[in-house]
T-cell receptor, first 114, second 113 residues
Framework: DQQVKQNSPSLSVQEGRISILNCDYTNSMFDYFLWYKKYPAEGPTFLISISSIKDKNEDGRFTVFLNKSAKHLSLHIVPSQPGDSAVYFCAAKDSGGSNYKLTFGKGTLLTVNP | EAGVTQFPSHSVIEKGQTVTLRCDPISGHDNLYWYRRVMGKEIKFLLHFVKESKQDESGMPNNRFLAERTGGTYSTLKVQPAELEDSGVYFC???????????FGSGTRLTVV
């Protein structure tokens, strides 16, 4: 039973345009959400996060939006750059479980074309 | 600051053999985690150490997997005996207290043939 879903396995965008990566979750106990970026042969790298008490968090070119009623979050990258090409994982923390255990989605491969 | 180091980077073993993966966390990080990604699937939690104590091992698949963290420093994950379905990439991560965005190592790609 997958609690964090990234329904788009891949996404291709042009350099300079906006990339929007989506994530849906089913567990209403999730209270903190994170995005990780992963290059081939490397481990995931923490990118940006958002608490469930907020609906938006911005860090430079990266913005995460949270819609609690829809159990949906999205990562916006603008403008997109070729170096952003990587697999992006959405992850969530359960307020009722182990403090630091994360539940991940399957990832979305983003390709930014020059 | 050195990152999270995992060894080996790749391991190919035959079904029934034993393999031990090692993780050296960032110095001073009390929290250490093991995760696994089977090809094409999500990254799944295996267990969480706080110093040398197992805080949560609810993700360990079965008793063929044994994790230790002697002295609260490096950790090992032993698979004995290995089965075909154990193939995947094993990630280790560490964090300081009250930190959710932890640092991952590059992973160990385990192939059981």
């Amino acid at each position: 039973d997958q609690q964090v879903k990234q329904n788009s396995p891949s996404l291709s965008v042009q350099e300079g345009r906006i990339s929007i990566l989506n994530c849906d979750y089913t567990n209403s106990m999730f209270d903190y959400f994170l995005w990780y970026k992963k290059y081939p042969a490397e481990g995931p790298t923490f990118l940006i996060s958002i608490s469930s008490i907020k609906d938006k968090n911005e860090d430079g070119r990266f913005t995460v939006f949270l819609n609690k009623s829809a159990k949906h979050l999205s990562l916006h990258i603008v403008p997109s750059q070729p170096g952003d090409s990587a697999v992006y994982f959405c992850a969530a923390k359960d307020s009722g479980g182990s403090n630091y255990k994360l539940t991940f989605g399957k990832g979305t491969l983003l390709t930014v074309n020059p | 600051e050195a990152g999270v180091t995992q060894f080996p980077s790749h391991s190919v073993i035959e079904k029934g053999q034993t393999v031990t993966l090692r993780c050296d966390p960032i110095s001073g990080h009390d929290n250490l985690y093991w995760y696994r990604r089977v090809m094409g699937k999500e990254i799944k939690f295996l267990l969480h150490f706080v110093k040398e104590s197992k805080q949560d091992e609810s993700g360990m698949p079965n008793n063929r997997f044994l994790a230790e963290r002697t002295g609260g420093t490096y950790s090992t994950l032993k698979v004995q005996p290995a089965e075909l379905e154990d193939s995947g990439v094993y990630f280790c991560a560490s964090s300081q207290a009250d930190e959710y965005g932890y640092t991952f190592g590059s992973g160990t790609r385990l192939t059981v043939v």
